[in-house]
């Protein structure tokens, strides 16, 4: 079936450092697309979304690029901070028709080190 | 609401028991989710409502698993003679239409012994 699925389980980066994270999707027919961080015992957090219609979109700190050629999306955090250890997750959908939830990655676990 | 709330934050269980958890969605949105997240694993979808129209249930597991939403707004998911593999993390979303941003409540852990 398709899903969507990040490359590393676990990225660890020195604190101060950009770090990249990257996820494949394989349904042609997503047309958004949304990066969600999780810290311990919480709910996911939305960090950043972008459309099929676009290939970037900077947020603060953060920027998501998509290519949709390859289907590759890519979330970058610039000058890491201890607070940005967590499990990040890329999720994707259909807004014109299937499943009305998101379809989730199983998540990258960053791990900023001091 | 602030956000969403859901309860109880942790439900341990028996085996064979019914469960009933709660979510309270952000006021004014129309769209609420219910996921499941096992151990160390992704977000699966289980269930969706918008407005009044007839939910989408295409991510239930099984027949044990149902839900409601009243009065647009409360939602409870209930999971009947609950087993081992129904153990994870139940997590509720809304948003304010179909198809924009979801905002997640903390969660329910639930175990069943």
């Known amino acids: 079936g398709e899903s969507v699925g990040l490359h590393l389980p676990t990225l660890s980066v020195q604190e101060g450092d950009n770090s990249i994270i990257n996820c494949a999707y394989s349904n042609s027919a997503s047309d958004y697309f949304i990066w969600y961080k999780q810290e311990s015992g919480k709910g996911p957090q939305f960090i950043i979304d972008?459309?099929?219609?676009?290939d970037k979109r900077q947020g603060q700190r953060v920027t998501v690029l998509l290519n949709k050629t390859v289907k590759h999306l890519s979330l970058q955090i610039a000058a890491t901070q201890p607070g940005d250890s967590a499990v990040y997750f890329c999720a994707e959908k259909n807004s014109g028709g299937g499943a009305d939830g998101l379809t989730f990655g199983k998540g990258t676990h960053l791990i900023i080190q001091p | 609401g602030a956000g969403v709330s859901q309860s109880p934050s942790n439900k341990v269980t028996e085996k064979g028991k019914d469960v009933e958890l709660r979510c309270d969605p952000i006021?004014?949105?129309?769209?609420l989710y219910w996921y499941r997240q096992s151990l160390g694993q992704g977000l699966e979808f289980l269930i969706y409502f918008q407005g009044n129209s007839a939910p989408d249930k295409s991510g239930l597991p099984s027949d044990r698993f149902s839900a409601e939403r009243t009065g647009g707004s409360v939602s409870t998911l209930t999971i009947q003679r609950t087993q081992q593999e129904d153990s994870a993390v139940y997590l509720c979303a809304s948003s304010l239409v179909r198809a924009a941003q979801q905002f997640f409540g903390p969660g329910t852990r639930l175990t069943v012994l």
């Open positions: 006021s004014g949105h129309t769209a």
């Open positions: 972008i459309r099929s219609n676009m």
